[in-house]
């Protein structure tokens, strides 16, 4: 695994595919409290990009948000709905073409109620990944090479999950399914962040 570290911004040069996985690292899990610190980035080649906000300024970012706006990159997440809230509050725009790997696990794998990143690794992919440094300081000017690295392994493996999660959805018929709530989760990312709604479905 390669990792390269840049601050505010990518490099524009840097993603020029079809799909990325993508993932966030921030000071906390409430959006309108704690703060972007991380963005991650990986193509599916093995090599990390971070993208480190050492200070809470989100105007120096204009090739990460042609990114998220850019329709026809793919951008795969695990659990999309905070971490494209989480963009949204930063950047004020709401990532386009998402896919995320919790929701697509909750479709395929109905016999199980353990769909978070690490289980999805160890079940489908056989590989233990460490959530150890989850709960560090994201927010400091400098990170350290433990966080850099759980960051780069956040991202690691996503294509190999989608993929996998892909094929069991078109075997039990639940592909279009997954698709509708994929392109849902902009929109309830933007309610999440404007507030106020709970669950609009409610009744
Ligand atoms: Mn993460």
């Not at 959006?31 to 971070?50: A, K, T, Y």
């Not at 990114?67 to 999309?80: D, R, S, W």
């Not at 233990?128 to 994201?138: G, L, T």
Request: proline content about 3%; glycine content about 6%.
């Amino acid at each position: 695994m390669q990792t390269y570290l840049y601050t505010y911004d990518l490099p524009s040069d840097v993603v020029d595919v079809k799909s990325v996985a993508m993932d966030t690292e921030t000071t906390g899990l409430c959006l309108h409290r704690d703060r972007l610190c991380l963005i991650q980035f990986n193509c599916g080649d093995g090599v990390s990009h971070l993208v480190h906000f050492p200070e809470p300024i989100y105007d120096r970012s204009p090739n990460v948000c042609g990114l998220l706006t850019n329709g026809h990159v793919q951008k795969i997440f695990h659990y999309a709905r905070f971490d494209v809230g989480v963009l949204g509050v930063a950047f004020g725009v709401f990532a386009k073409n998402v896919y995320c790997t919790k929701v697509a696990s909750k479709l395929a794998r109905t016999f199980t109620d353990q769909h978070s990143l690490k289980a999805l690794c160890r079940d489908l992919l056989g590989v233990d990944i460490s959530k150890n440094e989850q709960q560090s300081y994201w927010g400091a000017s400098t990170l350290t090479p433990e966080q850099l690295k759980y960051a780069s392994v956040d991202v690691l493996y996503l294509h190999e999950l989608k993929k996998i999660l892909d094929s069991i959805l078109i075997r039990e018929g639940r592909f279009d399914l997954a698709q509708g709530c994929f392109d849902f989760i902009p929109l309830v990312a933007q309610l999440d962040v404007s507030g106020g709604w709970h669950d609009i479905f409610d009744h």
